[in-house]
């Protein structure tokens, strides 16, 4: 059974201690860009293998994130050499390269190091006569993005999209971004609640 429209619009406001269960690396601000939806704007739609729709992010979205949330400090490696993928490419007509996103922080003066690692992805287009890639560096840079992404799923960027059954976004009290939130919040809050009282559902605290 779906979620009803009551509890979609249900949103948590909680301290930083009961996000995280330990002292974290991340403050309030870095805590809340992770937990915050993904605007719409930046959300695609395109058609799914076996039909439907796959709604997706793009690179160039992650990486103002990763701006954010790390104040440009991070950097992003694609581990697999050209050779490498070249190929794999070749007897798999998929493209396949592995990376690793690593984001600074500083904690009294010292620089901590956050790093997530993935792989990434692309089809490889073949010419027909030869049976060789047909733009292997195109197709390289389309998996180091798809990789770039799915590294940074792993920080939580992006996981109201590719893990919306469990993500529930959160307002981590004394946020900057949540304080700037509260008055477009409360809005939309009030006016999903006008809608389901003329839906018939009851709006309760």
């Known amino acids: ?81 050209l050779a490498e993928a070249y190929e794999i490419a070749k007897a798999t007509k998929v493209c396949v390269v592995k990376g690793t996103i690593t984001g600074k922080v500083s904690i009294d003066g010292e620089w901590i190091h956050v790093k997530k690692t993935q792989f990434g992805r692309s089809e490889v287009k073949i010419k027909r006569d030869s049976g060789e890639p047909l733009d292997f560096g195109n197709d390289m840079k389309a998996a180091a993005s798809d990789c770039l992404k799915k590294c940074a799923s792993l920080m939580g960027i992006g996981a109201d999209v ?37 839906e018939g559902e009851v709006v309760s605290d």
């Open 162 to 198: 590719y893990e919306s059954g469990e993500f529930m976004e959160i307002e981590i009290i004394g946020a900057t971004d949540a304080d700037a939130k509260t008055k477009a919040t409360k809005k939309k809050l009030k006016e999903a609640e006008a809608v389901l009282e003329t």
């Open 1 to 81: 059974m779906g979620q009803s429209k009551k509890d979609q619009i249900a949103k948590m406001k909680l301290d930083i201690n009961q996000v995280s269960r330990t002292k974290s690396i991340y403050n309030q601000n870095q805590i809340q860009k992770i937990f915050n939806s993904t605007p719409q704007k930046y959300k695609y739609d395109r058609p799914a293998k076996g039909g439907g729709n796959w709604t997706y992010i793009k690179a160039s979205y992650v990486r103002k994130v990763l701006d954010a949330l790390f104040g440009f400090n991070w950097d992003f490696e694609v581990e697999t050499t």
